[in-house]
């Protein structure tokens, strides 16, 4: 094979081990194989302009008007002439594709299903790449550079699937470039003389010039690794700079555990949004719980308590082992009721989040796995890709009931916690604080102004729950917000932790699960059921929730027992219809909040009673396609391996003395002088002359190839007499192993040069004792390597590249003698390559 078909090949590869990255993005494979045809295609048309020879310009230019054909042919051909013409309605059809795909992508959670648009934006993307990587590696003959679309193919698929697989997906992109690399290096290299490696006699191949040559090869690919190694390892080690290329992979939300015991984690806006948005819920947990009937269970994942005027983020905060019994809640008096609950969670296979979904305050966690604990949010975190999918585990918590006297009655927080959970940023908007005053006048307590502004949002100020609008957060956003009146959770719980912080309450933002919908003993928790609320703080209480949104979760009975003005009202019962037997829409009446029923809105939350589907498990097709890929894994590093075992077993058979039958008749050799006994064999008459040769070389090349596994390459250019001599040197080589190497080059001398070869006997043993002999002279790090790669196994690309150049030339593919084409060609070429 050509040094720029060798390229060409490599930058078809490493374009689809870097796509690779984008498999997690969506729920089929299909769009993979579509996508490599399309680009095999690309690439094929790109290497027959380079032989024409085109312009480098002219081969681009062809190569992207037939990725275009193609992205025509597969979807837009009903808007195209002939189905294959673009015309300015394919261009619009891609236009409508884009735009849908863009929705798509908004629209659905990770997997996303492969809609035409999605499949337009990564098949598109994928041809584009790679045609950016054909044209700097084998176009311009600069590989380099190539690195930086892969890179840019591979981040973009690292950040929208939140790093999920990301280190494998990252080893096997980098392994591409490397291999790109590598057979650059070897095209300069070729450029410069062959490269010794032991070709066979008779090949065509010229000679190559033993041990200069490989040693280049050989660095280049410790140089490739070495940079590969100090990429992953060396950010790690430095924690300013986070975990290194792969920092969060197997996270669900872009968290992870830092080396430096820490944890971060970004706004998961955009991921509640997108459950939120799902056409159809989809079942991520089911629990059993002790809890009472009709009793508030939220599954909290993180809270957020850092707000710097544009968002709500979690900060980084120290994290430590899971201790046997956690902590006692922040400022829970015991004087204040409480009831311990135990809860056994499950959670989907799909559903991979690498926070633990809890409920708050937990107090004691059974989990495998690799977890970790952060105390000042109380949450669970996995440490280095461990993550909720699949996971089984048992919570014991606190179910707190403060009565509204212990909250109105709670002292003032302390000034360390006031100082960090009331911090709002300069640049805040006025009206935020002005329309908190404005809401809560007349109240005289921090309580009775929480469940105010509670009121004022889930009842009183007009607010509609819209998932459709925009999710922005910052400044503007959260005044839009006031003023439109219209979004959901996020902009309820956001609005409402940041107008409490403006009057001094301690306030953040859970982002977890609401109850979920009972069926029977069991519950079972959506993606519709993502939920965020904020969480204020009361001395003697803790953290409390609160519940703004309208028509979503239930309203905590502690904020309707009194008024918000701290005048007493009759108690009612809100758990009292869920207490009773259980009605046809169970989750009318726990997740239909109190005011909401009073407004008449419960037929806005309505879906959310419809038993959600559950998880019908992992598809067969996935099954076999993931043992399918299991067993390659385990098979291509094994290629090596089984081929050198395959090899060895065909040459071996040639020789005498091992396969032979002792009972057949017996034969003597004589020698030249007429002396018999120098060879005796059985198993039938004697092999003739030309099979005794082709014997001899079989076990001749089986030695030198055993040779050149441990560490001593061929040398074509010596005598079997002298090459056997060599061996026995380089190899260290004692008796009886070297008497063997000298009897095989013996056989060989007589196959190559007497008139009448004698058939030597026993050969095969002969070569079992110098591999003896040579695995016994050599480290443990040669004989694994001798094992498991060795070094001959080249001689398969040989033979490959010997066979492609037989077909190009039996088919002419290097011959374009019509002297029209010649002319034709010659006008296209450069001016440099006329000249």
Same mark, same amino acid.
């Given at each position: 094979?050509?040094?720029?078909?060798?390229?060409?090949?490599?930058?078809?590869?490493?374009?689809?081990?870097?796509?690779?990255?984008?498999?997690?993005?969506?729920?089929?494979?299909?769009?993979?194989?579509?996508?490599?045809?399309?680009?095999?295609?690309?690439?094929?048309?790109?290497?027959?302009?380079?032989?024409?020879?085109?312009?480098?310009?002219?081969?681009?230019?062809?190569?992207?008007?037939?990725?275009?054909?193609?992205?025509?042919?597969?979807?837009?051909?009903?808007?195209?002439?002939?189905?294959?013409?673009?015309?300015?309605?394919?261009?619009?059809?891609?236009?409508?594709?884009?735009?849908?795909?863009?929705?798509?992508?908004?629209?659905?959670?990770?997997?996303?299903?492969?809609?035409?648009?999605?499949?337009?934006?990564?098949?598109?993307?994928?041809?584009?790449?790679?045609?950016?990587?054909?044209?700097?590696?084998?176009?311009?003959?600069?590989?380099?550079?190539?690195?930086?679309?892969?890179?840019?193919?591979?981040?973009?698929?690292?950040?929208?699937?939140?790093?999920?697989?990301?280190?494998?997906?990252?080893?096997?992109?980098?392994?591409?470039?490397?291999?790109?690399?590598?057979?650059?290096?070897?095209?300069?290299?070729?450029?410069?003389?062959?490269?010794?490696?032991?070709?066979?006699?008779?090949?065509?191949?010229?000679?190559?010039?033993?041990?200069?040559? +490989? #040693?280049? !090869?050989? %660095? @280049?690919?410790?140089? *490739? &690794?070495?940079?590969? $190694?100090?990429?992953?390892? /060396?950010?790690?080690?430095?924690?300013?700079?986070?975990?290194?290329? +792969? #920092?969060? !992979?197997? %996270? @669900?939300?872009?968290? *992870? &555990?830092?080396?430096? $015991?820490?944890?971060?984690? /970004?706004?998961?806006?955009?991921?509640?949004?997108?459950?939120?948005?799902?056409?159809?819920?989809?079942?991520?947990?089911?629990?059993?719980?002790?809890?009472?009937?009709?009793?508030?269970?939220?599954?909290?994942?993180?809270?957020?308590?850092?707000?710097?005027?544009?968002?709500?983020?979690?900060?980084?905060?120290?994290?430590?082992?899971?201790?046997?019994?956690?902590?006692?809640?922040?400022?829970?008096?015991?004087?204040?009721?409480?009831?311990?609950?135990?809860?056994?969670?499950?959670?989907?296979?799909?559903?991979?989040?690498?926070?633990?979904?809890?409920?708050?305050?937990?107090?004691?966690?059974?989990?495998?796995?690799?977890?970790?604990?952060?105390?000042?949010?109380?949450?669970?975190?996995?440490?280095?890709?461990?993550?909720?999918?699949?996971?089984?585990?048992?919570?014991?918590?606190?179910?707190?009931?403060?009565?509204?006297?212990?909250?109105?009655?709670?002292?003032?927080?302390?000034?360390?916690?006031?100082?960090?959970?009331?911090?709002?940023?300069?640049?805040?908007?006025?009206?935020?604080?002005?329309?908190?005053?404005?809401?809560?006048?007349?109240?005289?307590?921090?309580?009775?102004?929480?469940?105010?502004?509670?009121?004022?949002?889930?009842?009183?100020?007009?607010?509609?729950?819209?998932?459709?609008?925009?999710?922005?957060?910052?400044?503007?956003?959260?005044?839009?917000?006031?003023?439109?009146?219209?979004?959901?959770?996020?902009?309820?719980?956001?609005?409402?932790?940041?107008?409490?912080?403006?009057?001094?309450?301690?306030?953040?933002?859970?982002?977890?699960?609401?109850?979920?919908?009972?069926?029977?003993?069991?519950?079972?928790?959506?993606?519709?059921?993502?939920?965020?609320?904020?969480?204020?703080?009361?001395?003697?209480?803790?953290?409390?929730?609160?519940?703004?949104?309208?028509?979503?979760?239930?309203?905590?009975?502690?904020?309707?027992?009194?008024?918000?003005?701290?005048?007493?009202?009759?108690?009612?019962?809100?758990?009292?219809?869920?207490?009773?037997?259980?009605?046809?829409?169970?989750?009318?009446?726990?997740?239909?909040?109190?005011?909401?029923?009073?407004?008449?809105?419960?037929?806005?939350?309505?879906?959310?009673?419809?038993?959600?589907?559950?998880?019908?498990?992992?598809?067969?097709?996935?099954?076999?396609?993931?043992?399918?890929?299991?067993?390659?894994?385990?098979?291509?590093?094994?290629?090596?391996?089984?081929?050198?075992?395959?090899?060895?077993?065909?040459?071996?058979?040639?020789?005498?003395?091992?396969?032979?039958?002792?009972?057949?008749?017996?034969?003597?050799?004589?020698?030249?002088?007429?002396?018999?006994?120098?060879?005796?064999?059985?198993?039938?008459?004697?092999?003739?002359?030309?099979?005794?040769?082709?014997?001899?070389?079989?076990?001749?090349?089986?030695?030198?190839?055993?040779?050149?596994?441990?560490?001593?390459?061929?040398?074509?250019?010596?005598?079997?007499?002298?090459?056997?001599?060599?061996?026995?040197?380089?190899?260290?080589?004692?008796?009886?192993?070297?008497?063997?190497?000298?009897?095989?080059?013996?056989?060989?001398?007589?196959?190559?040069?007497?008139?009448?070869?004698?058939?030597?006997?026993?050969?095969?043993?002969?070569?079992?004792?110098?591999?003896?002999?040579?695995?016994?002279?050599?480290?443990?790090?040669?004989?694994?390597?001798?094992?498991?790669?060795?070094?001959?196994?080249?001689?398969?690309?040989?033979?490959?590249?010997?066979?492609?150049?037989?077909?190009?030339?039996?088919?002419?593919?290097?011959?374009?003698?019509?002297?029209?084409?010649?002319?034709?060609?010659?006008?296209?070429?450069?001016?440099?390559?006329?000249?």
């Amino acid at each position: 094979m050509s040094g720029r078909g060798r390229l060409a090949l490599c930058a078809f590869a490493a374009t689809l081990m870097a796509a690779g990255s984008m498999l997690p993005l969506v729920d089929t494979v299909g769009w993979l194989f579509q996508a490599a045809f399309l680009l095999a295609v690309i690439s094929g048309v790109g290497a027959l302009a380079r032989r024409a020879p085109l312009a480098r310009l002219a081969t681009i230019l062809v190569q992207a008007v037939v990725g275009l054909l193609e992205l025509t042919v597969v979807f837009a051909r009903d808007q195209a002439p002939l189905g294959l013409l673009p015309t300015p309605d394919v261009i619009r059809q891609f236009g409508t594709l884009l735009t849908a795909g863009s929705d798509d992508v908004s629209r659905f959670a990770i997997p996303a299903p492969a809609t035409d648009g999605i499949k337009l934006m990564l098949i598109g993307g994928v041809l584009v790449i790679g045609l950016a990587v054909d044209a700097l590696a084998v176009t311009f003959r600069s590989a380099a550079p190539a690195g930086l679309p892969l890179l840019a193919l591979y981040s973009v698929a690292a950040g929208l699937s939140g790093g999920a697989g990301g280190w494998l997906w990252f080893l096997v992109a980098a392994c591409g470039y490397l291999l790109l690399l590598l057979a650059e290096g070897r095209d300069r290299l070729s450029q410069w003389g062959r490269v010794f490696g032991g070709a066979p006699q008779g090949q065509g191949r010229a000679a190559r010039t033993p041990g200069h040559a +490989l #040693a280049p !090869a050989r %660095t @280049g690919r410790r140089i *490739g &690794v070495l940079a590969l $190694g100090i990429a992953l390892v /060396v950010p790690a080690a430095l924690p300013a700079m986070g975990d290194g290329l +792969l #920092a969060g !992979a197997g %996270t @669900g939300n872009g968290s *992870g &555990v830092g080396g430096g $015991g820490t944890i971060s984690a /970004v706004n998961p806006l955009v991921s509640l949004q997108d459950n939120l948005n799902q056409p159809e819920d989809r079942e991520a947990l089911r629990y059993r719980t002790t809890q009472a009937a009709g009793s508030d269970m939220y599954l909290r994942i993180m809270a957020l308590d850092t707000f710097d005027g544009t968002s709500w983020r979690f900060s980084q905060r120290k994290v430590d082992d899971v201790p046997e019994e956690l902590p006692n809640p922040p400022g829970l008096s015991p004087d204040v009721r409480t009831t311990k609950v135990t809860t056994n969670i499950t959670a989907a296979g799909w559903y991979r989040q690498n926070y633990l979904p809890m409920p708050y305050p937990a107090t004691k966690v059974k989990i495998e796995g690799r977890w970790r604990f952060e105390p000042v949010g109380r949450t669970l975190v996995g440490d280095r890709g461990q993550s909720t999918r699949g996971a089984e585990y048992q919570v014991e918590s606190l179910e707190v009931d403060p009565t509204s006297e212990q909250l109105a009655s709670a002292p003032q927080a302390s000034k360390a916690l006031r100082d960090e959970y009331t911090k709002v940023p300069n640049r805040l908007p006025g009206v935020v604080k002005e329309t908190a005053e404005d809401v809560t006048a007349g109240a005289t307590t921090d309580y009775a102004k929480a469940v105010k502004l509670q009121d004022w949002f889930a009842m009183d100020g007009g607010f509609k729950y819209d998932v459709s609008v925009n999710s922005g957060t910052g400044i503007s956003a959260i005044t839009k917000f006031l003023q439109d009146k219209r979004g959901f959770c996020i902009h309820f719980s956001f609005a409402m932790a940041a107008m409490a912080r403006t009057l001094g309450i301690p306030a953040r933002v859970a982002v977890g699960f609401t109850p979920g919908t009972p069926e029977g003993d069991i519950v079972s928790v959506g993606l519709n059921d993502a939920h965020a609320w904020p969480e204020l703080y009361f001395e003697g209480v803790g953290w409390t929730r609160f519940e703004p949104t309208p028509s979503r979760g239930s309203i905590p009975d502690y904020t309707v027992a009194d008024t918000p003005s701290g005048v007493p009202s009759s108690t009612e019962a809100p758990d009292s219809a869920a207490s009773g037997a259980p009605s046809a829409a169970p989750s009318s009446s726990s997740s239909c909040a109190e005011q909401t029923r009073r407004i008449g809105e419960c037929d806005a939350a309505a879906p959310l009673g419809v038993q959600p589907p559950t998880d019908s498990g992992t598809p067969t097709g996935t099954w076999i396609g993931i043992a399918l890929a299991a067993l390659a894994v385990l098979l291509i590093p094994l290629l090596p391996l089984l081929w050198r075992v395959r090899v060895r077993a065909r040459r071996l058979r040639s020789g005498y003395g091992d396969h032979a039958s002792v009972d057949g008749p017996s034969w003597v050799v004589t020698d030249a002088d007429g002396d018999s006994g120098a060879a005796v064999g059985r198993g039938g008459a004697p092999p003739t002359p030309a099979v005794a040769a082709e014997r001899a070389l079989a076990a001749w090349r089986e030695l030198i190839d055993t040779a050149w596994d441990h560490g001593i390459p061929p040398d074509e250019s010596q005598t079997p007499r002298k090459a056997a001599d060599r061996v026995v040197r380089l190899g260290r080589l004692e008796q009886p192993a070297a008497d063997a190497v000298h009897r095989v080059a013996g056989a060989v001398e007589q196959a190559l040069y007497a008139p009448e070869p004698r058939p030597g006997v026993g050969l095969a043993e002969d070569t079992r004792l110098v591999r003896a002999g040579l695995r016994a002279s050599v480290g443990r790090w040669t004989r694994l390597r001798a094992l498991l790669v060795p070094r001959s196994s080249i001689r398969v690309i040989w033979a490959l590249s010997e066979r492609w150049t037989a077909f190009t030339d039996r088919w002419g593919v290097h011959r374009l003698r019509l002297d029209r084409w010649t002319a034709f060609v010659a006008r296209l070429r450069p001016a440099r390559q006329r000249g």
